[in-house]
T-cell receptor
Framework: GAVVSQHPSWVICKSGTSVKIECRSLDFQATTMFWYRQFPKQSLMLMATSNEGSKATYEQGVEKDKFLINHASLTLSTLTVTSAHPEDSSFYIC????????????FGAGTRLSVL | GESVGLHLPTLSVQEGDNSIINCAYSNSASDYFIWYKQESGKGPQFIID?????DKRQGQRVTVLLNKTVKHLSLQIAATQPGDSAVYFC???????????FGKGTMLLVSP
């Protein structure tokens, strides 16, 4: 149980275009979803936290107009990288937690974004 | 919060050896800790957790030790196998609080 599906696993896009990444909890209701960014050989860096039906809370230094997060249902959150540039190239990972076990996050497989 | 490291420590072991991966956590108020395993190109996988009212917890081939006095956490892997090769992260949080703070990570390389 507790499977989180992230799609796509890999995307290449042209500079200036927008890319949407989906994160779904397949067998549980995710009251909270998290989006992380990870650079090579580094730890996970939390970008934002979203609760279903609410606006996302962004970490300091993360541009909310650049990284649009929507958490419209208990099983789906999306991250849209708007007007992507090469410096946005990274590995993006989502995770989800349930109301009764807030501490435990289940992670998606990640999305490798390459902006040309 | 987040923890970012510029250099990933590496632990190289032989297959069959026992591995010990260490982590220094940052918040003395943290009362729940998790070890995650991340294979290349994948998301982190839950390995084992421990609450602050314990100092040791055992799983299958893995043991987590917690020393709250020095804010130190360790993960012991018995009879390490090549499939254990990955980056291991510790994470800390407060009970009832959902945000995790990740440690810098350690790369474990297991050679046959």
């Amino acid at each position: 149980g507790a499977v989180v599906s992230q799609h796509p696993s890999w995307v290449i896009c042209k500079s200036g275009t927008s890319v949407k990444i989906e994160c779904r909890s397949l067998d549980f209701q995710a009251t909270t979803m998290f989006w992380y960014r990870q650079f090579p050989k580094q730890s996970l860096m939390l970008m934002a936290t979203s609760n279903e039906g609410s606006k996302a809370t962004y970490e300091q230094g993360v541009e909310k107009d650049k990284f649009l997060i929507n958490h419209a249902s208990l099983t789906l959150s999306t991250l849209t990288v708007t007007s992507a540039h090469p410096e946005d190239s990274s590995f993006y990972i989502c995770s989800a937690s349930q109301a009764l076990a807030k501490n435990i996050q289940y992670f998606g497989a990640g999305t490798r974004l390459s902006v040309l | 919060g987040e923890s970012v490291g510029l250099h990933l420590p590496t632990l190289s072991v032989q297959e069959g050896d026992n591995s010990i991966i260490n982590c220094a956590y940052s918040n003395s108020a943290s009362d729940y800790f998790i070890w995650y395993k991340q294979e290349s190109g994948k998301g982190p996988q839950f390995i084992i957790d421990i609450r602050s009212n314990m100092d040791k917890r055992q799983g299958q081939r893995v043991t987590v030790l917690l020393n709250k006095t020095v804010k130190h956490l360790s993960l012991q892997i018995a009879a390490t196998q090549p499939g254990d090769s990955a980056v291991y992260f510790c994470a800390e949080t407060l009970s009832g609080y959902s945000t995790l703070t990740f440690g810098k990570g350690t790369m474990l390389l297991v050679s046959p």
